[in-house]
């Protein structure tokens, strides 16, 4: 389990090899289940409910701690991340050192976009923590990103930076500092700081991936576009690299793939080339509602592939599962929603896919076929609930991309002062002068 915590490459080798060690031992089996849960893809659920039988059959008489993450990975697996998070606060309660329980808990609080609960969490459990535990440094680095997603900048940067200088490997800790430093718009610093530390990135999983989307996001201050789009192909999604062999179609690295090019696009680089690479792998994953955010980034895909006949498909097939009453359509569509929306009765997930995935997916169609209208009315009417989807303020900012953009092209001004008035609100610092949001139109 702490390869998993420090975010580690081989870490499901580690746990299939204490799988196949002792078969009648159920903790390696939730853990596993626990790590395909976060994938956020339902292509894992059949062997996610596989492994969370085979445990519950091995629980050991009075395990708690197997018991309690089986709930709760059980909650998480059908969609219900409120249910979830609750049971790793109340397992926290009991156990406010176990680092792995703080990893669930803040990957948890951050798909179902609850960063002060995030936050709520590991500030509790911090006076159980001391430097002596062998686990402080990741701690750091969890407590730096709940601090940061909740706007608390400066405490953020000091536990990054902290746990960077206990373990200059600690990616968690350099990926909040990143953060910190983007929401502050400390550009070069962002840079320097993310340079300095990609040599030590060697055994980390796809987070290696996304650091280097950070240091994108940095450089598109700076328009290097040509930097980032050699970066996308050797650093965010290199094909001759184990990792992305090992999983090609891992939705972590197609959600920075695409978010960058959509960026790219609206600051009129021509990335057409780029979207056919991902098109295939998104056109196969138009029922796989594993995450409205991974949707609605299949949908830049096909979308900006021009694989309209796909992404038609890709929205119907998410309002045939989660939008309300009488929006899908036809009759029988609207009975097959029915029946498919009673199975998601309160389900954290159902409620990201109905208030924000759809409508989201509907601007970005809309932004394609430059009816910017009618991006302003989808995207604007949803704006301050985009955290439900989960994910970053920095992960969610290209939907305030979208905005603006088209509040540009109708040459709305009003509703434009509007959108950088709420980015400020987010946490973005210097607003007006970031390259997004000159008032420059592509």
């Not at 459990?125 to 430097?131: E, G, L, M, Q, Y």
């Not at 062998?134 to 969890?142: A, E, N, Q, R």
Request: proline share 2%; aromatic share 8%.
């Amino acid at each position: 389990m702490g390869q998993m915590g420090r975010f580690q490459a081989d870490a499901m080798q580690y746990i299939d090899s204490s799988i196949k060690a002792d078969e009648n031992y159920c903790l390696p089996l939730v853990v596993k289940a626990s790590m395909l849960t976060g994938a956020n893809d339902a292509r894992f659920s059949g062997e996610i409910t596989q492994l969370l039988q085979r445990a519950e059959n091995l629980l050991p008489v009075n395990a708690n701690m197997e018991s309690g993450l089986l709930e709760a990975i059980s909650a998480a697996s059908s969609g219900h991340g409120i249910e979830a998070a609750t049971h790793y606060d109340r397992m926290l309660r009991a156990s406010p050192d176990n680092l792995f329980l703080h990893v669930l808990a803040q990957e948890q609080t951050f798909w179902v976009g609850e960063a002060q609960w995030m936050r709520d969490i590991v500030e509790r459990a911090a006076p159980h923590w001391s430097k002596t535990h062998k686990d402080y440094g990741p701690l750091l680095s969890l407590r730096s990103f709940a601090n940061e997603e909740a706007g608390y900048f400066s405490e953020a940067e000091y536990y990054g930076r902290a746990a960077v200088e206990i373990d200059a490997t600690d990616v968690w800790g350099a990926h909040s500092v990143a953060h910190v430093l983007l929401m502050k718009g400390q550009i070069q610093e962002g840079i320097d700081w993310l340079r300095g530390l990609c040599k030590n990135w060697g055994h980390a999983n796809q987070m290696r991936h996304h650091l280097w989307w950070h240091f994108c996001l940095f450089l598109l201050e700076f328009d290097e576009y040509d930097r980032i789009i050699e970066l996308l192909d050797t650093e965010i999604r290199n094909l001759d690299s184990a990792l992305v062999k090992e999983s090609p179609a891992a939705t972590i690295d197609i959600n920075n793939y695409s978010s960058l090019l959509m960026r790219l696009e609206l600051y009129g680089v021509d990335v057409s080339t780029h979207w056919l690479k991902l098109e295939a792998i998104c056109a196969n994953r138009v029922t796989n509602h594993g995450s409205a955010f991974s949707n609605i980034h299949d949908m830049m895909v096909l979308s900006g592939s021009g694989e309209l006949a796909k992404a038609n498909e890709l929205l119907r097939s998410m309002k045939m599962q989660f939008a309300p009453t009488g929006k899908t359509g036809s009759q029988a569509s609207e009975q097959l929603g029915s029946q498919a929306r009673s199975s998601q009765a309160r389900s954290s997930q159902a409620r990201s896919y109905s208030e924000v995935g759809i409508p989201v997916c509907e601007a970005i169609l809309a932004h394609r076929q430059k009816d910017h209208a009618q991006v302003l009315v989808k995207l604007g009417d949803i704006r301050h609930q985009l955290h439900l989807m989960g994910a970053s303020h920095a992960q969610r900012d290209v939907f305030y991309h979208l905005l603006v953009h088209a509040a540009q092209r109708l040459q709305r001004d009003d509703l434009r002062q509007i959108f950088i008035r709420d980015i400020e609100q987010l946490g973005f610092c210097d607003v007006p002068a970031r390259a997004a949001y000159k008032q420059n139109i592509h």
